[in-house]
């Protein structure tokens, strides 16, 4: 992404990134171990995004639109159900039997948060929010996706302020893990 996009751009490249990795991961034979990587590719490119929205889309859609209390908590609400089905997956094995399914599942669920978010949310936050503050919170979404968690991490508190105060040991602590194990790089064909 452009180092001067703002947060909807970042957030929507990142939504076309999560489209990809699913492509990618139909791609591939079933149980085949690319498809596992593709899958924890995909679980950290989620994970960042939602880590991403939740600290700096959803406080801006808060305070500067019109029931935005409502929309932000609609859209974190389903953050947690797309993450309940991250979860589920994280353990499967590639030849699981039930791994295609779930996938199309969490395709289907991600595909219908991205459509609201792209069609409703983010023209109303275009015309909502000050350029400048776009441009300030897409430079503070890039900054977050580098520092977010690389894991689900379902023992971590899930509300302000402990969950930001928690956050960041947390990812170093993955991103340590994810680069001893090499999870989270791309797969090549």
């Avoid at 909807?8 to 699913?22: G, V």
């Avoid at 977050?144 to 960041?168: E, H, M, W, Y």
Wanted: net charge negative; proline share 5%; glycine share 6%.
């Amino acid at each position: 992404m452009e180092h001067d996009a703002d947060i909807i751009e970042e957030l929507t490249a990142d939504h076309r990134e999560a489209n990809e990795l699913f492509e990618q991961f139909y791609e591939r034979a079933p149980g085949c171990i690319e498809r596992k990587l593709l899958l924890d590719a995909l679980t950290v490119e989620l994970v960042r995004h939602a880590v991403a929205e939740e600290r700096y889309l959803y406080p801006a859609v808060r305070a500067h639109l019109k029931n935005g209390g409502r929309w932000a908590d609609n859209e974190i609400a389903e953050h947690s159900s797309i993450e309940e089905r991250l979860q589920d997956l994280e353990g499967r094995d590639a030849d699981d039997r039930d791994l295609d399914r779930l996938v199309r599942e969490l395709r289907t669920e991600v595909a219908s948060h991205v459509e609201e978010e792209e069609r409703h949310l983010f023209r109303e936050v275009r015309t909502g929010v000050p350029p400048l503050v776009l441009k300030a919170l897409g430079r503070k979404v890039r900054e977050a996706k580098r520092a977010a968690l690389t894991r689900l991490q379902p023992q971590a508190p899930g509300v302000p302020p402990l969950n930001r105060l928690l956050a960041p040991g947390m990812g170093l602590v993955d991103r340590v893990r994810d680069y001893a194990a090499s999870r989270g790089r791309p797969v090549t064909s």
